[in-house]
């Protein structure tokens, strides 16, 4: 006699150990940034790209949409094409970050704009020693990639095992001290905890944290 088919068996998913390693970093005010890079020999299509350097294929996006400097966001379409050398060193797939700086929500009185990555873990900025990737398998040894000058970082303000005191620390940290990517800055936003363990991030901020974005 054969077994039933279970039509429409669904598992429940796995847990992570609330216990693990996090990540909090400055959780910046200005607008959420994407550059895709694909090999200019892919067969996707997304539409134009914003620039092709050595046989790759550069597209910008804002949170919502792919971006030009046609139709921009903040500029930062026209920023990639102007440093598209730098940017292709990201190499291909998908960079997350925010694009920050004059003009853009807080501003954090600076004259510029400019492009902090979220993906501390891969990256280390252009003028830091890298630093060996935590790995389960210690037989597998993986190093930080340099950025290219132009590009930043979001600040890591702190990394080791989830504690929410922690966070209540570093966001005390924030309102006393001020901002760490822009010092002297005294309206930091708040943190972003990343928990490396179940691949989610969590966002406090120091003002209107109970309230939906669209009140904040």
């Known amino acids: ?21 996090a990540i909090l970093t400055e959780k910046l ?3 959420n940034a994407q550059i895709y890079i694909l ?5 996707e299509v997304l539409g134009a ?5 050595e046989g790759k294929k550069i597209f910008v996006g804002s949170r919502t949409r792919w971006i030009s400097p046609e139709d921009d966001n903040f500029g930062f379409a026209r920023w990639v094409k102007e440093h598209a ?7 291909p797939g998908r960079h997350f ?3 920050w700086g004059r003009g853009i929500q807080r501003g954090y009185d600076l004259p510029d704009r400019r492009l902090s990555l979220f ?26 990639e340099v950025l290219p000058p132009s590009i930043g970082l979001v600040p890591v303000l702190y990394r080791g095992e989830f504690r929410t005191s922690f966070v209540a620390v570093e966001l005390g940290l924030l309102r006393d001290l001020g901002s760490i990517a822009a010092p002297g800055f005294m309206r930091p936003e708040g943190v972003v905890v990343w928990h490396t363990a179940a691949g989610v991030g969590f966002k406090k901020t120091l003002d209107h944290d109970e309230s939906p974005k669209s009140r904040a």
């Open 49 to 53: 790209p914003v620039a092709t350097i």
């Open 1 to 21: 006699m054969s077994k039933p088919t279970l039509y429409g068996f669904e598992p429940f998913p796995k847990m992570a150990r609330l216990s693990r390693e």
């Open 29 to 31: 005010d200005g607008t």
């Open 85 to 91: 050398d730098e940017v292709a060193l990201l190499g």
């Open 119 to 144: 993906n501390v873990s891969r990256w280390c900025k252009h003028d830091s020693v890298p630093q060996v990737i935590p790995s389960a398998d210690p037989r597998v040894v993986k190093v930080q």
């Open 39 to 43: 090999d200019a020999s892919d067969g």
């Open 97 to 99: 970050g925010e694009w």
